[in-house]
């Protein structure tokens, strides 16, 4: 199975971009990178995905690198609301199942 | 928008006892989850079913756990005998196909085995 790795936590200002790494290093030429949110112990919220290319979205920008091995979330404007537990969990071609890793924990601050 | 629903939101229960969890998918998934969350701690992932057979389950989906789509729009997680390392949320999720879609989450049930 894929493997992910995040660092732990990260504050974050009101009204500034947050920019959220992700190593996947083990990762496979079909699988895709996915980007998952928690709000305190509410089920995990979708944000964004990809395979190769960029990706933008209403919540959010994904950024993945041309060896695949990395990518980053970026959330432009964050609000308090932000404030999450956020995951780029490991993916499996097949089965398709995720595996979450401790995720970063952000915080925004006013 | 569409979502999926879980229910109950929390189940105390004795420890011994049979619970079954319920979940209502999004209509037109075909792919089927259920996770576990014990307090502070990862998300784990338990079983998926896809064409009404498990596809993928993990360690901790032992012979005391068991999922059914009993009616075509239910999805179900029964442990027959619970133990106290039982408690923690209980998550359903459901995806459309299996590359390429997001997995949608229920809201959870927090199930405490007492």
């Known amino acids: 199975d894929a493997k992910t790795t995040q660092p732990p936590s990260m504050d974050c200002a009101e009204g500034r971009a947050a920019n959220l790494p992700c190593n996947h290093s083990?990762?496979?030429?079909?699988?895709?990178v996915y980007w998952y949110r928690q709000i305190h112990s509410q089920g995990p919220q979708y944000i964004i995905h990809?395979?190769?290319n960029n990706e933008t979205n209403e919540m959010a920008s994904l950024i993945i690198t041309e060896d695949r091995k990395s990518s980053t979330l970026i959330l432009p404007h964050a609000t308090l609301r932000d404030t999450a537990v956020y995951y780029c969990?490991?993916?499996?071609?097949?089965?398709?199942?995720?595996?979450f890793g401790g995720g970063t924990r952000v915080l925004v601050k006013p | 928008e569409p979502e999926v629903t879980q229910t109950p939101s929390h189940q105390v229960t004795q420890m011994g006892q049979e619970v079954i969890l319920r979940c209502v998918p999004i209509?037109?998934?075909?792919?089927f989850y259920w996770y576990r969350q014990i307090l502070g701690q990862k998300v784990e992932f338990l079983v998926s079913?896809?064409?009404?057979?498990?596809?993928?389950k993990s360690e901790i989906f032992d012979d005391q756990f068991s999922v059914e789509r009993p009616d075509g729009s239910n999805f179900t997680l029964k442990i027959r005998s619970t133990k106290l390392e039982d408690s923690a949320m209980y998550f359903c999720?459901?995806?459309?196909?299996?590359?390429?879609?997001?997995?949608?989450f229920g809201q959870g049930t927090r199930l405490t085995v007492v």
């Open positions: 999720a459901s995806k459309e196909q299996a590359m390429n879609t997001e997995a949608f």
């Open positions: 083990t990762i496979s030429g079909n699988e895709y």
């Open positions: 990809g395979l190769k």
């Open positions: 969990p490991g993916t499996k071609a097949a089965g398709n199942k995720l595996t």
């Open positions: 209509s037109n998934h075909l792919y």
């Open positions: 079913f896809y064409n009404n057979e498990i596809s993928e």
